[in-house]
């Protein structure tokens, strides 16, 4: 594996030239995308006054080009360390690739790299951010003065029958800003006659084995649809979107419910497989008795969504579950029902050492009653020297020291904590919902170079002995706490086994569980 890495990056630092149209403005932002380059790559800056003079400086720097490909980037963007040599292996075969963007700035939100389809660049661009041959840049004629001019670019390669291959593992941050001229919508393109119907002659096909609609927004969405898109080479949408009706037979819904009436109805209506996606047990009795007494505003709502969601399931052509115990209960529902268990892709996690020990735990409202079980675990440990606790979620309001961060904002900033723990704790009481409940909280800890220290339980009866620490009460978990920390092998040898395990069962892309999926999406 590592030879590859090593071939791919000697390849892109040969191959490879970065061309950054850019106008003169926020020179910083410039130099952090420099920084953000592979160090040894060729960049040629095509500098320009505006946004008409863009097209000849982009098309003058191409001229200077003398490698196989170049990689068009704005000048205030960042990418990821492995994107280049990711877009050079996902670029074989094809005549270059695209990668997954992260747009941030004035707003934030994900975009997938999705299958090359050119019927559907009359809807949307696909890549504006690309790794592209420089002969074929060349042979269309590079850049026009036009708006969204890497969309009419990335029309044109389509029409004379280039192909780009999306590279979902690649990461590219797109800075989006309040004077940017992005924002130039598809309506607004068509008055100005960029609406291509010339592209009518491609067929029309299925592209990707399914569309994910993310119903949640926060880690479940991630791990339940965006990870698994990854898996299935899908797509994830948050809303209804016109293309989906050519480019999938089946739509996977993450826990639908009243919310998601008008997609269920949609797809009915276009003959698509309905699937349904969980992660938890949302027809337990238990879990509507927490609703009621923690979140008593949303009780009538929630009781509202759960009768929607049963009868979701049953008219649905397959279910999903993340846990054997969760597949259990929505046989009951429908019969059609497989495991697909939650993954993690090491390219999002970065570990962060700490001269502290620190030991975690991630709480809510909705499991107050396993507080009690860590309680004196965190006691012993804040009193050990060079050790710190920390809490994300709920604040416990402990009478010893420890520092808590709340609820997180982002995944990011979640994964950002997690990273710098050295131990961290799972705490679960018995009953029909925990039951249900995954063992990502050993993904998640693993991927942060943490051990874990879980309660007995049914979440994590299947991971292996060797890869967890298991408690039965409050002080198995305080004895097990304090024993790692004092045994710095012991903690090496766990993570160890734990992240072998990992490597070899769990990440994102295994294909036995790519398998399993298409069972119910192809």
């Known amino acids: 594996m590592h030879n590859d890495i090593a071939a791919h990056k000697a390849n892109v630092l040969r191959h490879v030239t970065v061309v950054m149209p850019w106008g003169g403005e926020k020179e910083h932002l410039l130099k952090d995308a420099i920084r953000s380059l592979p160090r040894g790559i060729r960049v040629v800056i095509a500098k320009n006054a505006g946004k008409h003079e863009m097209a000849e400086a982009f098309n003058a720097a191409i001229e200077s080009v003398c490698t196989k490909y170049t990689f068009i980037m704005g000048a205030d963007d960042v990418i990821d360390s492995k994107t280049l040599w990711r877009l050079w292996e996902a670029a074989i075969g094809a005549d270059g690739a695209y990668p997954w963007m ?19 660049l009359q809807d949307a661009n696909l890549c504006g951010v690309m790794l592209v041959k420089t002969d074929a840049i060349r042979s269309v004629g590079g850049y026009r003065s036009v708006p969204i001019e890497d969309w009419d670019l990335t029309y044109r390669l ?39 119907a010339d592209l009518a002659p491609y067929e029309t096909r299925v592209e990707v084995p399914a569309v994910f609609y993310e119903w949640s927004l926060d880690g479940t969405g991630y791990v339940r649809c965006e990870l698994a898109s990854r898996t299935t080479k899908s797509v994830v949408r948050t809303s209804l979107d016109q293309r989906d009706k050519h480019q999938a037979e089946s739509w996977v819904f993450q826990y639908p419910n009243s919310d998601a009436q008008e997609f269920w109805d949609k797809a009915k209506e276009l003959g698509k497989r309905r699937i349904v996606d969980v992660d938890d047990n949302y027809v337990s009795p238990e879990l509507e008795r927490v609703v009621r007494e923690f979140h008593p505003e949303n009780a009538e709502k929630w009781a509202e969504r759960q009768e929607s969601h049963r009868r979701m399931v049953r008219e649905a052509d397959g279910v999903i ?14 019969k059609n029902v497989i495991v697909c268990e939650n993954t993690v892709d090491p390219s ?34 804040s009193r050990m020297k060079g050790v710190e606790v920390q809490v994300i979620g709920l604040d416990p309001d402990w009478d010893f020291s420890y520092t808590s961060f709340g609820f997180t904002p982002s995944i990011s900033s979640y994964r ?51 890869c967890i620490m298991r408690a039965t ?13 004092r045994d710095e092998s012991r903690r090496k040898q766990l993570l160890r086994a734990s992240t072998l395990h990992v490597k070899q069962n769990r990440l994102v892309g295994n294909e036995s569980l790519r398998n399993r999926y298409n069972t119910l999406l192809v």
């Open 473 to 485: 009460n409050a002080g198995e978990f305080k004895d097990r706490v304090v024993s790692l920390l």
């Open 321 to 334: 579950c993340a846990t054997f115990a969760l597949a259990d209960v929505y046989r009951e529902l429908n």
């Open 416 to 466: 950002r904590i997690l990273s710098r723990w050295s131990i961290g704790l799972a705490p679960v009481i018995d009953n029909d919902v925990t039951r249900c409940k995954s063992d990502l909280k050993w993904l998640e800890f693993t991927m942060s170079k943490a051990v874990l220290v879980a309660s007995d339980s049914e979440a994590y009866k299947r991971v292996p002995d060797d």
């Open 158 to 196: 389509a029409k004379a029958g280039y192909r780009l291959n999306p590279a979902p593992l690649a990461r590219y941050g797109y800075r989006q800003q309040h004077d940017g001229l992005h924002k130039t919508t598809l309506r607004e393109a068509n008055r100005l006659g960029m609406f291509w």
């Open 348 to 381: 999002d996690w970065n570990y962060s050492s700490s001269k502290k020990k620190i030991v975690g735990v991630v709480l809510s409202r909705n499991h107050l009653k396993d507080i009690p079980l860590v309680e004196e675990a965190c006691r012993a440990a």
């Open 102 to 120: 992260l747009v941030f700035g004035d707003r934030r939100y994900r975009t997938i790299a999705e299958a090359w389809c050119p019927r559907r």
